[in-house]
């Protein structure tokens, strides 16, 4: 049973949800693809700006290319959502461990903090890929780098396909009060934010190749929720919210979980109840208005999740403590790796400013 202990009025996810929500405003079938040559190490409006510890494993020259993928149309640059062969299956959270979805929120007066298993409340899909299943093809294909479950140095998994996914030690503190900075923050970790649900969002980027960078969607297949796993631990990308429940359908959307640096993470409509465009939204993915925010209106930073890339968090507005806001072993050695590609990234200790 999912545990959600939340202080004042914050979104209370049901327990054992698995159906999906779909608004008028959010079903969508196109996504807008990372433009073709964008650096991940600029800070720019509808872009990616990585910390330099990823340059341990992307080239700090690196530009992103547009995938040839079946689903991609490289005219417009679009992720065609309707010709995407994705993860096939339906497991929730129990089908992994018996006690389900477990996500713990609580406050301290300093910090915001979170204890769970890293399982959603969302479906998903059936990991290890199966053999003979549209997305086979392309995990097969990927590398999986390193198992965690065979220790150190142990081996590596035979492809992306063999990745499964199991329940972990997620714990984060994130700042209760987060302060808003004029300078941008550059991401220096895979995870980037919790969902409500229970799970992460990982920055945007995967590769095909040691030079060969893209949107992870654009390039491997994902699970009806957007969601697959490395590592064993499961996370979000792209169209993560298709899944999440209590949308509504008018007005702001609702909080649908917190970033690193302690700001919340916006379902997709604005004030005016419409999807909002990267155009309206500063570098990070994020603007400041009126949200509700423990259980007032308040007028702050906030990011949102849409249909353009990076679709969520593309750099910080805050100040990102790593040693707290990836509390855990688990969080720490299994989760700075980048998609499709061995490697362990160093957690930067400190405030990240």
Same mark, same amino acid.
């Given at each position: @049973?999912?545990?959600?202990?939340?202080?004042?009025?914050?979104?209370?996810?049901?327990?054992?949800?698995?159906?999906?929500?779909?608004?008028?405003?959010t079903d969508?079938?196109?996504?807008?693809?990372?433009?073709?040559?964008?650096?991940?190490?600029?800070?720019?409006?509808?872009?990616?700006?990585?910390?330099?510890?990823?340059?341990?494993?992307?080239?700090?020259?690196?530009?992103?290319?547009?995938?040839?993928?079946?689903?991609?149309?490289?005219?417009?640059?679009?992720?065609?959502?309707?010709? @995407?062969?994705?993860?096939?299956?339906?497991?929730?959270?129990?089908? &992994?461990?018996?006690?389900?979805?477990?996500?713990?929120?609580?406050?301290?007066?300093?910090?915001?903090?979170?204890? *769970?298993?890293?399982?959603?409340?969302?479906?998903m899909g059936?990991?290890?890929?199966?053999?003979?299943?549209?997305?086979?093809?392309?995990?097969?294909?990927?590398?999986?780098?390193? #198992?965690?479950?065979?220790?150190?140095?142990?081996?590596?998994?035979?492809?992306?396909?063999?990745?499964?996914?199991?329940?972990?030690?997620?714990? @984060?503190?994130?700042?209760?009060?987060?302060?808003?900075?004029?300078?941008?923050?550059? &991401?220096?970790?895979?995870?980037?934010?919790?969902?409500?649900?229970?799970?992460?969002?990982?920055?945007?980027?995967?590769?095909?190749?040691?030079?060969?960078?893209?949107?992870?969607?654009?390039?491997?297949?994902? #699970?009806?929720?957007?969601? /697959?796993?490395?590592?064993?631990?499961?996370?979000?990308?792209?169209?993560?919210?298709?899944?999440?429940?209590?949308?509504?359908?008018?007005?702001?959307?609702?909080?649908?979980?917190?970033?690193?640096?302690?700001?919340?993470?916006?379902?997709?409509?604005?004030?005016?109840?419409?999807m909002v465009?990267?155009?309206?939204?500063?570098?990070?993915?994020?603007?400041?208005?009126?949200?509700?925010?423990?259980?007032?209106?308040?007028?702050?930073? /906030?990011? /949102?999740?849409?249909?353009?890339?990076?679709?969520?968090?593309?750099?910080?507005?805050?100040?990102?403590?790593?040693?707290?806001?990836?509390?855990?072993? #688990?969080?720490?050695?299994?989760?700075?790796?980048? /998609? *499709?590609?061995?490697?362990? @990234?160093?957690?930067?200790?400190?405030?990240?400013?």
């Amino acid at each position: @049973m999912i545990k959600h202990t939340l202080l004042a009025a914050l979104l209370i996810l049901a327990a054992g949800c698995a159906t999906v929500t779909k608004a008028v405003s959010t079903d969508i079938t196109t996504l807008v693809n990372a433009a073709d040559g964008l650096s991940p190490y600029k800070a720019q409006q509808g872009g990616l700006y990585l910390g330099r510890d990823f340059q341990l494993i992307v080239p700090a020259d690196t530009k992103f290319q547009i995938s040839d993928r079946s689903w991609v149309d490289a005219k417009t640059n679009t992720v065609d959502l309707t010709k @995407m062969p994705y993860v096939s299956g339906s497991v929730t959270a129990r089908d &992994i461990t018996p006690e389900g979805s477990v996500l713990v929120v609580t406050t301290d007066g300093q910090y915001r903090n979170f204890k *769970g298993n890293g399982l959603p409340t969302t479906v998903m899909g059936q990991f290890p890929v199966e053999s003979g299943t549209a997305a086979y093809a392309y995990y097969s294909a990927a590398p999986g780098g390193h #198992d965690p479950r065979t220790g150190i140095p142990g081996s590596d998994y035979s492809s992306a396909a063999a990745i499964g996914v199991s329940a972990y030690d997620l714990r @984060m503190q994130l700042p209760l009060n987060p302060q808003y900075s004029r300078q941008p923050n550059p &991401i220096s970790s895979l995870p980037i934010g919790i969902a409500l649900t229970g799970a992460v969002w990982h920055a945007e980027l995967a590769n095909a190749t040691a030079t060969q960078w893209y949107s992870p969607v654009s390039i491997l297949p994902v #699970d009806q929720c957007f969601g /697959h796993p490395y590592s064993q631990q499961y996370h979000y990308h792209g169209y993560s919210w298709r899944c999440f429940p209590q949308q509504g359908t008018a007005g702001h959307s609702p909080l649908f979980g917190y970033a690193l640096d302690g700001f919340g993470i916006y379902g997709p409509r604005g004030d005016d109840g419409v999807m909002v465009t990267n155009s309206q939204l500063d570098e990070c993915h994020g603007h400041t208005g009126a949200v509700m925010w423990d259980g007032s209106i308040v007028v702050m930073y /906030h990011y /949102h999740l849409n249909n353009e890339y990076p679709y969520s968090v593309g750099c910080f507005r805050g100040a990102v403590d790593y040693d707290r806001a990836l509390g855990s072993a #688990d969080m720490r050695s299994h989760a700075h790796m980048t /998609h *499709g590609m061995p490697g362990l @990234m160093r957690v930067p200790t400190g405030p990240f400013r």
